[in-house]
Nanobody
Framework: QLQLVESGGGLVQPGGALTLSCATP????????ITWFRQVPGQERESVAC????????TYADSVKGRFTLSKLQRENVVRLQMNSLKPEDSGTYYC?????????????WGKGIPVIVSS
């Protein structure tokens, strides 16, 4: 069973930045394709960004392209989601999720979620 541990959420003003981290204790993060999802109450969970098993390929939702950057850090064994120029509509609960196969495939493991609030 893969454990996904999210950190870095919180409250930030519009235009600000936050960095979310997803750690995979006791498992190599390069064994999994990692997707960040976000969900707002009453709405469906949406995919924000995904990074491939080897970390070479990333995909982003149109709404975050140019503002969010996803990366895998080998030494720290984490996935980092750098979020810049944040907007109120970026608010929600962010979930780290892992697939044993690739981005776009069914998710095998989910994190518990972490809140991000963009508000003045």
């Amino acid at each position: 069973q893969l454990q996904l541990v999210e950190s870095g959420g919180g409250l930030v003003q519009p235009g600000g930045a936050l960095t979310l981290s997803c750690a995979t204790p006791e498992h190599n993060v390069f064994w999994y394709a990692i997707t960040w999802f976000r969900q707002v109450p009453g709405q469906e969970r949406e995919s924000v960004a995904c990074i491939s098993l080897n970390g070479a390929t990333t995909t982003y939702a149109d709404s975050v392209k140019g503002r969010f950057t996803l990366s895998k850090l080998q030494r720290e064994n984490v996935v980092r989601l750098q979020m810049n120029s944040l907007k109120p509509e970026d608010s929600g609960t962010y979930y780290c999720a892992a697939s044993n196969v690739a981005c776009g495939y069914p998710i095998d493991f989910w994190g518990k979620g972490i809140p991000v609030i963009v508000s003045s």
